[in-house]
C-alpha cells in the first residue's frame, strides 16, 4: 500500500507561485511514475503533469507548459509541483498520483493512487 500527502495549497493572487508537495510511503518509490491531476468545479479531472520513475520523461498539460515543473526527488521521497504566474483559471483541487507503471502514468481508470487533494485557488 502506498500512501500519498499531498501539501502546499492554498489562496494565491493572479501572476504569484505556489509549490505543491506528496510525500510518499509505504512502497519504493523509485517504483513508481508520478504526476499531478487537478479538477476544478464543474469540469472533468485533467492530467496536469507526470514524471516517469527514472525522471527521464517529463509530460505537462498545454495548459501549463512554460508555467509549472514537476520535479522529485528521491532521498525525501517527495514530488513537487513548482506553479509560477498562476492564473485564475488554474484554481482546483490537485490531486497526486502514483502508478506502478514503466511507462509513465496509464489512464486516470488504471492508476493505483491517489492523494486527498489539496486545493489551490488564485484569485485575479
Known amino acids: 500500500q502506498v500512501q500519498l500527502a499531498e501539501s502546499g495549497g492554498g489562496l494565491v493572487q493572479a501572476g504569484g507561485s505556489l509549490t505543491l508537495s506528496c510525500a510518499v510511503s509505504?512502497?519504493?518509490?523509485?517504483?513508481?511514475?508520478m504526476g499531478w491531476f487537478r479538477q476544478a468545479p464543474g469540469k472533468e479531472r485533467e492530467l496536469v503533469a507526470g514524471?516517469?520513475?527514472?525522471?527521464?520523461?517529463?509530460s505537462y498539460a498545454d495548459s501549463v507548459k512554460g508555467r509549472f515543473t514537476i520535479s522529485r526527488d528521491y532521498a525525501k521521497n517527495t514530488v513537487y509541483l513548482q506553479m509560477n504566474s498562476l492564473k485564475p483559471e488554474d484554481t482546483a483541487v490537485y490531486y497526486c498520483v502514483a502508478d506502478r507503471s514503466s511507462s509513465g502514468l496509464r489512464t486516470q481508470g488504471s492508476i493505483d493512487y491517489w492523494g486527498q487533494g489539496t486545493q489551490v485557488t488564485v484569485s485575479s
Open positions: 514524471i516517469t520513475w527514472s525522471g527521464g520523461t517529463i
Open positions: 509505504g512502497r519504493t518509490f523509485r517504483n513508481y511514475a
